[in-house]
């Protein structure tokens, strides 16, 4: 009976030492985010009162497991909220979603070129956001300037930083190739690959309005369909309803 009564005791410590590491590393959701969110992400202003308290759990559960970093300049508020955003977009229709493929994210103040440089002096400052591999392996590496450029303006149908999240969700089945398997079922494999090499082919021969980068291969193009598809979903689903419907069911979310 004494070995019982320690061993309950000992489960019970166990378990309050687990709530108190959690609770500290959760930090509670700061209520003046409401309303920039509410300017700045449209997703979040169009989502039921409910369903933004479960959004604003969602960031701050991000939050609590990747570390922000800056390069150049010190983060703010507004950084943290677009990343978070950013994060919880893609995925907001799961129930439960950690990235386990991502630790950190660094931003740097403006697009850098292959060595990371972002001066004036730099040249070929073309990239707006990467996922790292080799010695970056499990990092983002963004661009504040994209970062900020991609909630501001949905008529392009660009952005960066849900465009590199998807990438990270391609990568969970240790392959970033175009084919979310964790997000899609088998049945939907050979349409989808169907539906991308044609969707590609009409990109490439300049009869589409899908961003061109969309056709170099298929996890960009998988990549850049998302940035649409969350960024301007009404035109997608006039001008390319079969991809739209595909994106829906792989995302689990109608517009």
């Known amino acids: 009976m004494l070995y019982i009564i320690i061993f309950i005791i000992l489960l019970i ?6 709530y108190k590491m959690y609770s500290k590393k959760t930090k509670q959701f700061p209520a003046h985010w409401h309303n ?9 202003k169009n ?20 570390y922000i970093d800056s390069v150049g300049f010190e983060i703010e508020e507004l950084d943290k909220i677009l990343i978070a955003s950013s994060a ?26 292959e060595d990371f440089e ?3 002096k730099s040249e070929s400052k073309q990239i707006a956001g990467v996922v790292g591999t080799g010695r970056l392996e499990r990092k983002m590496i963004l661009s504040r300037k994209a970062l900020y450029h991609g909630f501001k303006n949905s008529n392009d149908k660009r952005n960066t930083a849900i465009h590199e999240f998807v990438h990270l969700i391609d990568k ?8 979310p398997e964790i997000l899609m079922q088998n049945a939907y494999t050979i349409p989808w690959l169907k539906l991308v090499h044609d969707e590609m082919e009409a990109i490439n021969d300049d009869k589409s309005d899908i961003r061109a980068y969309g056709g170099t291969k298929q996890a960009e193009f998988l990549a850049v369909a998302s940035e649409y598809f969350f960024e301007n979903p009404k035109l997608m689903k006039r001008k390319h ?10 995302f689990r979310v109608k517009f």
């Open 13 to 18: 410590f166990v378990v309050y030492v687990f």
């Open 36 to 44: 920039i969110l509410l300017k700045e992400v449209r997703f979040y």
């Open 88 to 113: 919880v977009i893609p995925v907001f229709a799961f129930k439960e979603w950690h990235y386990p493929t991502v630790t950190g994210i660094i931003v740097y103040p403006d697009n850098f070129n």
């Open 47 to 66: 989502l039921e009162p409910n369903e933004q308290k479960r959004f604003q759990d969602r960031m701050m559960q991000f939050l609590s497991e990747v």
């Open 172 to 179: 969970m089945d240790d392959m970033v190739d175009g084919v």
């Open 118 to 120: 972002f001066s004036d």
């Open 241 to 250: 309803p079969e991809l739209y419907r595909m994106l829906a069911e792989c």
